[in-house]
C-alpha cells in the first residue's frame, strides 16, 4: 500500500523517524554506562515491505494497530502506561508477582458487571489458575473451594453446565475438568463421575463424525476436541454408549469418521474453520491439530488427513511485522490471545514434520528446527501484553484479563520451550493392565516431552532473562507439564466405573 493511499499523516512520518533510530537504547537504571543493550531488529522498527492497495477500513485498523504497538516494541513507548524494567536484552521483562496479584484477585469476589459471565464460570477459574501455576504459583490450596464451586455445576447427565442450574456444555466440562486435574489430589478427580460423563458425551456425537458442543446444539471442531480431551484423560471407553443416536455401522465407535470430518474443516486457505465451509481462524486450527494428536501420532495423522503444506502455509501468514504478534484471521489484527492459539499450532506442525523423536540425550537431529519467530512472538509479549496493573492483555490500548493472561502466558510457554513428541515409551506411564504409553489406548499425546531453549554452540537463542522463563505448557492438552499423566494414571487405577 503507497503512502498515499494509506493516508500517511506527517505525525505517523515522525513517529517512523523517531523509531527508525540506530542507536542501541541506553542501559536500564542502575546498569553500568559501558554495557549497550542488543539493538531492536530493524523489521521490528519499519513498516511491512508488501502491503496491499485496497484501502480498506480493516486495512486502516491495521495502521492504527502497527503505530500503537511499535512505540512499546522500540522501547519508546509511554512508560507511564508501562513502566516495566528492561532486561539484559532490552526489552521489558516478565512482571510475574503483578501477574500472580492480578489473577489471584480474579478468582475473588468481581465487580456486578460479571454477571454477564455467569455461564463461563468454569473459564474464568481455568483462565486463572493455569495462568498462576505458569508463573510458578502452588494453586494447591485453591483445592478445596474449586470442588464446593463446581460440585453443584456437575449435573445427573454428567456434563458441566456453566454456573449452578445451567444445562450441560461440552466447553465448561473441559473447562471444570481440566481445572480438577491442575489442582491435584485424588478428592478433586473424584469428583468426576466419569461412567454418566461417558453417557452424556455419546449424546454429543453425531453421524458426520464430529461432535456437538450441548445436547441439540452446534457441531464444530471445538467439540471434537473438548471431547477427544476429557476421554483420553479420563480413559473413558471408546465404545459408543447404548444411547447414542450416532450409530451408523455395526461395530461404530466414538472415534468413527472424526478424522474425515476434522479434514472436512479445512478451507481453500489452508487453515481450519469451525465446521465445513466457513471462515479459517486460528484457534479451531489448533483444536482439530490437537486432537488429530490424541488420535494418533502427529507425522501420520495430520499429513494424511490434511494439507500439510497449504496449512503451514496460512499459519505462517498470521504472524505479523512489525509487531511481531499472531492474528487469528486472515486480515485481522494481531491479538494477545493468539501466542498460543496459533503459536501452538506450531510445535504440533514440527511434529508431524520431523516425526518421533530421540530422548534429549541421544541427540537425535529434527527435519527442521523452529518454524516461526520465538524471539518476536516473545517480544510482542513482554513489550505489549502486559497491564499496568498486572494481567495480561490483547495489546497495548486494551485491558488485561483472565483470557488473554492464561493464553498469552500459555503463548510464551510455547515459544520458550521446544516441545518435542517421543519415540520413546515413559516409564511414569503405565496403564493398570501393563500397557505401556505405546499400546494403552488414545495414549498418543502422552509422549510429549518439553526441554528450555537456550544457549547453542556460544549463540544466544533467546530474547529474554532465565528468570522470565514460566513453567512448561502441555502442548496437547493445556495444563502444566505433568497434571496430564497424574490424571491418566489416576483413570488407569479406576475398575472400570
Known sequence: MSGAARGDSPLHLEKMEELAVDEAPAPPHGWPSSYALPKTPKYHLEQPVLRDALVTETSKLQIDNMFECMPFIAGTGDHFRAPFTLGSQGIPKLERQLHIEYLHQSLGSLPEGFVLADASRPWLIYWALLGLSLLGEDISPYCERLIATLSPMQNPDGGFGGGHGQMSHCATSYASILSLIMVGGVEALELINRRTLWEWLGKLKQPDG????????EEDVRG???VMVMISLLNLPIDLPPASPARVEEGDTLLARLPEYLSSCQTFE?????????EAHGAYAFCALACFCILGEPDVMIPKFLDLPLLISWLSARQYA???GFAGRTNKLVDGCYSFWVGGCWPIVEAALNGPQGSEKEGKTPVTGSLYSRDGLIRYILSCCQGQRGGLRDKPSKRADAYHSCYVLAGLSSAQHEHIYSDTDFAHFEGCDGNSATTAPLSAAFRWTSIARAYQGGR????????DRVRKVHPIYVVPEGCAERARRWSDGKAGF
Do not use: L
Not at 210 to 217: L, Y
Open 210 to 217: 464430529g461432535f456437538a458442543m450441548s445436547v441439540g446444539g
Open 224 to 226: 471434537a476436541y473438548c
Open 270 to 278: 489452508g487453515g481450519i474453520s469451525s465446521s465445513p465451509g466457513f
Open 322 to 324: 512489525p509487531e511481531g
Open 460 to 467: 544466544r537463542q533467546q530474547v529474554f532473562d532465565d528468570e
